[in-house]
């Protein structure tokens, strides 16, 4: 297993149009985070899922956002009707439920709307 | 809501010197963690301390936590151009939550 990956790598879309993002974790990792980062500011919590329960969504999940780890493995992140707001990387982590352990990260997805 | 903060936001240092990062933050916890981002990607987990720790060492890295200060401190020894990234402090509840990180940047 070679890490958390995440696809695509970049993503540019037109405002208004809908864009997913899939994470596959470690495999024997059962808690799967979503984090957003911004230029120079910390990684932002979205949402997390213990295996394939969604355990917590951020306040900063809005409606249009959708998180969804269907069979407790891979994860999908969508965002509908994007607004130039919702430009940032998309960070996945994965970890152990027990711990404590660090989290190892994605290389994260960069969207950019325009 | 970030619960750690980082101090400073930005560090620039000689390589070969020592660099100090502190962290603060509001509520009890039960581990703080520390990680590293190279400019533009993920982020790399360097070491982990629980509340009932002190200080903690991984290679030339060298963490301390103050539980009654709410704080704690990375210390990278003999810096290297490679050391060049932002750092981040995180303290756990069930997730970690971020500071704003502190920019490291070694001069050669």
């Known amino acids: 297993d070679t890490g958390v990956s995440q696809d695509p790598r970049h993503k540019i879309t037109k405002r208004g149009q809908n864009v997913t993002f899939r994470c596959d974790p470690i495999?024997?990792?059962?808690?799967l985070y979503w984090y957003r980062q911004t230029l120079g500011q910390g990684p932002e919590f979205l949402t997390y899922?213990?295996?394939?329960?969604?355990?917590?969504k951020s306040r900063l999940l809005s409606d249009r956002f959708s998180a969804e780890r269907p069979k407790g493995s891979f994860s999908t992140l969508e965002i509908q009707r994007t607004e130039q707001g919702d430009s940032a990387m998309y960070l996945c982590?994965?970890?152990?439920?027990?711990?404590?352990?660090?989290?190892?990260f994605g290389s994260g997805t960069r969207l950019t709307v325009v | 809501s970030q619960q750690g903060e980082e101090d400073p936001q930005a560090l620039s240092i000689q390589e070969g010197e020592n660099a100090t990062m502190n962290c603060s933050y509001k509520?009890?916890?039960?581990?703080l963690q520390w990680y590293r981002q190279n400019s533009g990607r993920g982020l790399v987990h360097l070491i982990l301390?629980?509340?009932?720790?002190r200080e903690k060492h991984s290679g030339r890295l060298r963490v301390t936590l103050d539980t009654s200060k709410k704080s704690s401190s990375l210390l990278i020894t003999a810096s290297r151009a490679a050391d060049t990234a932002s750092y981040f402090c995180?303290?756990?509840?069930?997730?970690?939550?971020f500071g704003k990180g502190t920019r490291l940047h070694i001069l050669p």
């Open positions: 495999s024997e990792h059962n808690r």
């Open positions: 301390i629980r509340s009932n720790e």
């Open positions: 509520t009890s916890i039960n581990n």
């Open positions: 995180a303290t756990d509840d069930d997730k970690i939550i």
């Open positions: 899922f213990q295996n394939e329960a969604q355990l917590e």
């Open positions: 982590a994965s970890s152990l439920e027990t711990g404590p352990y660090g989290y190892t």
